[in-house]
């Protein structure tokens, strides 16, 4: 069973995040998404539900009798507030998605993969919020795919909020809807090099496995 384990510091030096016998092997961000304008995954479905929605409701202006008891003047202030709420959502979701990529670090070891979270706790102080999953021979890895690169899946937590007092945690819009799960994926988002991190767990793992004669399969 793989064992994952979630932390918050004020310090932010990696040297305090690493164990003494860490090898770092490799490093890195989200490569897409940390921009205010660039939308992944179901993010942008929400975008494009919201701009078809504003048209097709202002199209309906001619059909509306000016005369009528709801009539144009009405249907322009209730459209303006509409397409103005609808504005002020799709700022927020956005928003939100470039908060939560923008920062995030990975590192993955020899041992482990690490998901650094900075972000605010219920005193509004800044912390990072550290998430460690230990290489693990029966966590099924697994690369997800998604636009426009590939994430990989590394481990799961039993609730986000483990990782953000604020609810924020892991998650962002361009996630598939959570509703109903038990559990949350630990993911390494939008990285060209999933292939090449997928690979190497595995080689980290049946290095360990030489090692002790357990097999890594």
Not at 164 to 176: K, W
Not at 193 to 209: D, F, Q, Y
Request: hydrophobic content about 40%; proline content about 6%.
């Amino acid at each position: 069973m793989q064992r994952v384990t979630t932390t918050s510091t004020n310090r932010f030096d990696l040297k305090d995040i690493l164990a003494p016998n860490d090898k770092l092997l490799w490093s890195g961000e989200p490569g897409y998404g940390r921009k205010f304008f660039q939308a992944v995954g179901d993010e942008r479905k929400i975008h494009v539900f919201l701009l078809i929605a504003s048209v097709v409701m202002w199209a309906t202006i001619p059909f509306i009798n000016a005369d009528a008891e709801f009539g144009r003047f009405d249907a322009y202030w209730i459209y303006g507030a509409m397409t103005f709420a609808f504005v002020v959502f799709s700022f927020s979701i956005a928003s939100q998605r470039h908060y939560v990529l923008y920062n995030l670090a990975y590192f993955v070891t020899n041992s482990r993969v690490i998901v650094c979270r900075r972000g605010r706790n219920w005193r509004l102080g800044v912390r990072l919020y550290v998430v460690s999953c230990e290489h693990s021979p029966t966590f099924p890895y697994s690369i997800v795919d998604s636009r426009p690169y590939p994430s990989l899946e590394v481990g799961i937590l039993l609730s986000e909020q483990q990782v953000q007092p604020f609810g924020l945690g892991l998650s962002h819009p361009g996630h598939p809807m959570l509703l109903g799960r038990t559990y949350y994926p630990i993911l390494l988002d939008y990285v060209p090099e999933a292939e090449k991190l997928l690979i190497m767990i595995r080689s980290c793992l049946h290095e360990v496995a030489d090692s002790t004669g357990v097999s890594s399969a």
